[in-house]
């Protein structure tokens, strides 16, 4: 099934309003996809959210190594593209955004290799 059938769309940040065909950044293999080309641009661009994948570069001497960021990329593109997620889009109350997933399943082959390219690298955020 199909969710923009139901009428169901996504509501994050930098989503589009309307299915497109996915630009060149979005690998997912997608015949469709909720985002713009500027959003598929900026996911490997541009510190979107505010959050730099080099953030911790400052305190460690460090930049994160791209056989770990694509899993960071791969992620924000999910969020921010992905067609059939309706099924799993739950409404909140938060600053960001309105809507959020909620018990979307996961690979348990996707976080081992995620694991497996991460494990050694830094990555936080300060709160504010």
């Given at each position: 099934m199909k969710w923009h059938t139901l009428g169901?769309?996504?509501?994050?940040?930098?989503t589009a309003t309307k299915l497109k065909s996915p630009g060149p950044s979005y690998g997912g293999g997608k015949n469709e996809a909720c985002c713009t080309e500027n959003t598929t641009r900026d996911v490997h661009h541009t510190a979107m959210y505010g959050f730099s994948l080099d953030f911790?570069?400052?305190q460690t001497g460090q930049k994160?190594?791209?056989?770990?960021?694509?899993?960071?990329?791969?992620d924000?593109?999910?969020?921010?593209?992905?067609?059939?997620i309706g099924p799993w889009v739950v409404k909140v109350k938060r600053k960001l955004s309105k809507e959020r997933f909620f018990e979307a399943p996961l690979c348990e082959s996707d976080c081992n290799t995620w694991w497996q390219d991460c494990r050694f690298e830094y990555a936080y955020t300060v709160r504010s």
């Open positions: 169901i769309f996504w509501t994050a940040v930098f911790c570069e400052e994160m190594r791209d056989v770990c960021k694509k899993h960071f990329h791969r924000l593109c999910f969020y921010e593209c992905e067609p059939n």
